[in-house]
């Protein structure tokens, strides 16, 4: 396959962000160096590992760009990449997942012809426990203004994702006061304002099932329930989407607070019970700041 050159093509940067993945960051590495796209540039926040990680990335000399930090989180690894890039585009990639052959350039072919789209992401496939599985249809990806669904579940893939670097700065990054869901987080304050594009090829390799994957912890809906409470203070919410998000909050506060009863946290349970018959009145209602802004 012709290479494109790199004056045809804006520069991607893909930022990596590594915690003692020694087994995988190889991989992940490779996958990108292996493009067939041309200029992108490589860059790996080490989130401070312990492990074999800083030496297996000093095999790579000058073909990455490695970052160095004090274990901070995958917020802030991801917010040093990006702060660092010198692209017009980003591309995240987890280090324990890796990309498939074309994957820059199919998403770059894609914002070329669909210029209005500042977002894309592109299918995937899972690997749990070594084996291949297919996602539950609740996981299907969607294209368009998908604000309303990304509410129930994270519906974008870092690893999947590439945006324009003016998108990011405008959201402010990955919430770094969030220890998990900080990529709903931030997608659904994309969502609430931009259509996303969707490539339904799949260009990832997604692996899950780790014991040390985030997104496997118990209680992930509290900080679920903290992200949507903040955009919907956020005024930022049209009336249709602040209903739903009033409806989702309310779900989600009720379900964590079965879970903490089981686990004899009654206290904790008694105020999300609480915050969840709040947010169920406020179902019915319209966005106050959202009706102030339109009339001005």
Known sequence: MHKPRAADNPLISVVIPVLDRQDWIAEAVDSVLLQDYAPFELIVVDDGSTDQTPEILSTYGDA????????????????RGAAAARGEWIAFLDSDDYWLPGKLAAQMR??????EIAICQTEEYWIRRGTRVNPGRRHKK???RIFAPSLELCLISPSAAMMHKSLLAEEGGFNENLPACEDYDLWLKITCSHPVGLIREPFIVKRGGHPDQLSARPGLDRYRIESIAGIMASGRLNPDQYRAAARVLKEKCE???AGCEKRGKTSEAARY???GVSFALREETRNPKHEIRNKN
């Not at 894609?110 to 210029?115: G, I, K, L, T």
């Open 110 to 115: 894609f914002f070329r012809d669909n210029p």
């Open 255 to 257: 379900i964590y607070a």
């Open 273 to 275: 019970k609480e915050l």
């Open 64 to 79: 990455i760009r490695v970052f160095n930090q004090v274990n901070a989180g995958v917020s802030a690894a991801r917010n």
């Open 142 to 144: 969607q294209a368009g």
